[in-house]
Nanobody
Framework: QVQLQESGPGLVKPSQTLSLTCTVS??????????WNWIRQPPGKGLEWMGA???????YYSPSRKSRTSISRDTSKNQFTLQLSSVTPEDTAVYYC??????WGQGTQVTVSS
């Protein structure tokens, strides 16, 4: 059974870089799906797509946050990561990782506050 688990700090200070890791189990990140996505949900708002990485290492980012977002992967660890720089309180959200939106992690709360 494929499972995804997000991990990372729950509290980040403004202007710092948010870094989250998604660990995939139950199969290889190279074969389960082609795209691996990060999505977030700010409080009281809908889901926002952050970006994705494909199995060729190609990356895709939401235009509104492209300059601050970086997604990478480590196939040896079956993980992919999200980095969001220069965070503000508006980046407070529950962050989810997913493959092609078939399998999802449970989500991790990230709060940006001093």
């Amino acid at each position: 059974q494929v499972q995804l688990q997000e991990s990372g700090p729950g509290l980040v200070k403004p202007s710092q870089t948010l870094s989250l890791t998604c660990t995939v189990s139950g199969g290889s990140i190279s074969t389960i799906s082609y795209y691996w996505n990060w999505i977030r949900q700010p409080p009281g708002k809908g889901l926002e797509w952050m970006g994705a990485i494909d199995n060729s290492g190609g990356t895709y980012y939401s235009p509104s946050r492209k300059s601050r977002t970086s997604i990478s992967r480590d196939t040896s660890k079956n993980q992919f990561t999200l980095q969001l720089s220069s965070v503000t309180p508006e980046d407070t959200a529950v962050y989810y990782c997913s493959d092609d939106f078939r399998y999802w992690g449970q989500g991790t709360q990230v709060t940006v506050s001093s």
